[in-house]
């Protein structure tokens, strides 16, 4: 079965400084990889998904994420934070194939100040 | 844009009692999902449901469980008789085959 670790529960950084939020992941093929984030009083919004082809992936607000095979992880990055990224974050993996129904980590905290 | 969209937003019951949450998911989509998260813990998967059935569950989701979809726009979960352990926020999440996710804005279950 699949599993994600996300081993920072609460980040704080200060605005326009740059963001690393990690994520490491267990499956024994090729997962389909998730960022969502959740601003208060929120659904969980897809920032950006790996199915395959390009490790270096784009996804909305500025944020990329990048997959490394050999170290298991998917990191979420922005070159520069802005308040309104304050929110939590969430990874997730799924099988690839069929109906990919996300595993989550158990999200991190991101806080930012002025 | 079209949204998922969760009623109420907050319900509190009593332990024992019968709840069901509503979902109106975005209309083209042909796929349901409930997930739950705990206070500080993981999103959990409850249920899919496709063509007006279940497709998967987790081991959470055991006989107390239900989920419906009464009419062309609902999409509800049932729990028969609440547990304090219910407690948590549930998602309710559509999509369309192929596609992503979208998610709800979640409903908080309190159950005293």
């Known amino acids: 079965a699949q599993s994600v670790t996300q081993p920072d529960i609460h980040i704080t950084v200060s605005e326009g400084a740059s963001l690393e939020l990690r994520c490491n992941y267990s499956y024994g093929a090729t997962p389909y990889l998730f960022w969502y984030v959740q601003s208060p009083g929120q659904g969980l919004q897809l920032l950006l998904k790996?199915?395959?082809?390009?490790?270096l992936v784009q996804g909305i607000k500025g944020f990329e994420a990048e997959f490394k095979r050999s170290q298991s992880s998917f990191n979420l990055r922005k070159p520069s934070v802005h308040w309104s990224d304050a929110a939590e974050y969430f990874c997730?993996?799924?099988?690839?194939?069929?109906?990919?129904?996300?595993?989550f980590g158990r999200g991190t905290s991101l806080i930012v100040h002025p | 844009e079209p949204e998922v969209t969760q009623t109420p937003s907050h319900q509190v019951t009593q332990m024992g009692q019968e709840v069901i949450l509503r979902c109106v998911p975005i209309s083209n989509h042909l796929y349901f999902y409930w997930y739950r998260q705990i206070l500080g813990q993981k999103v959990e998967f409850l249920v899919s449901?496709?063509?007006?059935?279940?497709?998967?569950k987790s081991e959470i989701f055991d006989d107390q469980f239900s989920v419906e979809r009464p009419d062309g726009s609902n999409f509800t979960l049932k729990i028969r008789s609440t547990k304090l352990e219910d407690s948590a926020m549930y998602f309710c999440a559509s999509k369309v085959a192929g596609g992503e996710q979208f998610f709800g804005p979640g409903t908080r279950l309190t159950v005293l």
């Open positions: 790996y199915f395959s082809g390009d490790t």
């Open positions: 449901f496709y063509n007006n059935e279940i497709s998967e």
């Open positions: 997730a993996v799924s099988r690839s194939g069929g109906s990919y129904i996300p595993t």
